[in-house]
């Protein structure tokens, strides 16, 4: 598969897009079909991306028949056949993390290899690991595995996060589900995706109150059965096409998605001159493109306050605003690796410590530019649209993990772009 995108800027973008379910969901829904020896079916599931097809693998290799069918996958963990999961699966994607909880809870045992470093900070997983330990797994880090045993099962328990971790909350909360008794979460995230996962383990027969509010209750049940879910839509992949708009000018519809997830990004995106409107199932977005958008502050906060994940798409926006805007990163310490590189493309940004002021121009410039991580990858992209002649985009491969055909959906709404 090529490794570059190639982007003439200045199209403006027009017609409909449709959403894809969300990747931040889709992952621990499936993580979730290990808590079970019946059936999960997903619907609406980005089975595309790299991320699935890497969990897909690492599910595989645990047991669990996996079968793909369009946007639906069926997974059934009849047997629990190995339970490592291997730093060969876990290294290419550090949400395999999630199989922990499920492994624990079901099958008492699991070794899993630390995620280790990433690209945009340390991004440990102690909380993880201390939620799982007040519910009575005794895990021990070993050679780079986290060895976690519950042989008698895990028990319900109480714990509080000491600072809200999206991820954290999910695998505690699975793993909960099949505890003796009562456990309660405190200082819990309330993502979108949380309560989203928590439907699909209700619908599965699990006990979870308090989700999407900062303290879970989960009363533990012997088994879980058999359900059918469908994934939300990605929110950060609609918050992405608002931007792109924003920024080409033009009209899109984005289908099947809410507006519901969105308070806090909307409301600045407002702020800079987008309209954005719910229409029914779709949400219609309108720009009026480049220095027409005005500067604004924002800072990055855990849900629902301004997601880190749309942190380097607004960045590329303020660079072609009218005025100046403050970027505020709050969660991850390393995320403004897209700032040299859309420089390179002209824009004005000086950074200090976790702020970053971006003074906007009044055009971007065509440049062959180096993805770095996920979102930064798409950052640059947006700023290929938009700027004046050619735009390469190298090691898209990050893309590839978290936006299902994004040359496609782009290109059928005019802009240029194409794989090399
Ligand atoms: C999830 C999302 C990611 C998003 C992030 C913040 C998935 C697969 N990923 O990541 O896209 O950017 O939420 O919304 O859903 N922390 C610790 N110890 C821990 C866990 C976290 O110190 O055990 C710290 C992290 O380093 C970070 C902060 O807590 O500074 C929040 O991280 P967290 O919410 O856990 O992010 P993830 O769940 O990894």
Do not use: W
Request: aromatic share 4%.
């Amino acid at each position: 598969m090529s490794d570059k995108i190639l982007i003439k800027g200045g199209k403006k973008l027009k017609g409909e897009i449709p959403i894809s379910g969300a990747k931040n969901a889709a992952l621990k829904l499936a993580c979730a079909s290990l808590l079970t020896e019946e059936q999960l079916t997903l619907t609406n599931s980005p089975n595309t991306l790299r991320d699935m097809k890497s969990l897909f693998d690492l599910l595989q290799h645990i047991g669990a028949d996996v079968v793909v069918k369009g946007k639906t996958v069926s997974l059934t963990a009849a047997k629990i056949k190995d339970d490592t999961a291997p730093y060969d699966l876990v290294r290419k994607m550090r949400a395999s993390i999630m199989v922990l909880g499920p492994l624990l809870a079901r099958h008492h045992k699991a070794r899993v290899s630390l995620p280790g470093g990433c690209a945009i900070g340390t991004r440990p997983v102690d909380f993880h690991i201390e939620g799982l330990r007040t519910l009575g797994a005794k895990i021990v880090l070993e050679d780079g595995y986290i060895n976690a045993k519950a042989s008698k099962g895990l028990v319900g328990g109480e714990y509080t996060f000491p600072r809200v971790s999206h991820t954290g909350t999910e695998n505690v909360m699975m793993a909960a589900t099949l505890a003796k008794g009562v456990t309660v979460l405190r200082n819990a995230a309330k993502e979108p995706e949380v309560v989203d996962l928590a439907d699909c383990l209700r619908a599965m027969g699990a006990k979870i109150k308090g989700d999407g509010t900062d303290t879970i209750t989960i009363t533990g049940v012997a088994k879980l059965k058999a359900a059918k879910h469908s994934v939300m839509p990605d929110r950060i992949e609609t918050g992405t096409f608002m931007i792109a708009v924003g920024l080409t000018g033009g009209e899109l519809l984005l289908k099947n998605t809410t507006l519901a997830h969105q308070s806090a990004l909307v409301a600045l995106l407002k702020q800079a001159g987008i309209s954005i409107e719910q229409k029914g199932k779709n949400v219609l977005v309108k720009g009026k493109g480049g220095h027409s958008l005005q500067g604004v502050d924002v800072m990055t906060e855990a849900y629902p306050g301004f997601p880190t994940d749309m942190q380097a798409q607004f960045m590329t926006m303020l660079s072609v605003a009218n005025g100046a805007g403050m970027v505020t990163e709050t969660i991850f310490e390393n995320r403004f690796m897209h700032v040299p590189e859309l420089c390179r493309m002209g824009a004005k940004i000086t950074v200090h410590g976790s702020s970053a002021i971006i003074r906007g121009v009044d055009k971007l410039k065509g440049a062959e530019v180096m993805a770095t991580d996920l979102r930064a990858s798409v950052a640059l992209v947006l700023a290929g649209l938009v700027a004046e002649g050619e735009t390469v985009v190298n090691r898209i491969y990050h893309l590839e993990r978290g936006y299902e055909d994004l040359v496609g959906k782009l290109s059928a709404c005019g802009a240029a772009i194409s794989r090399l």
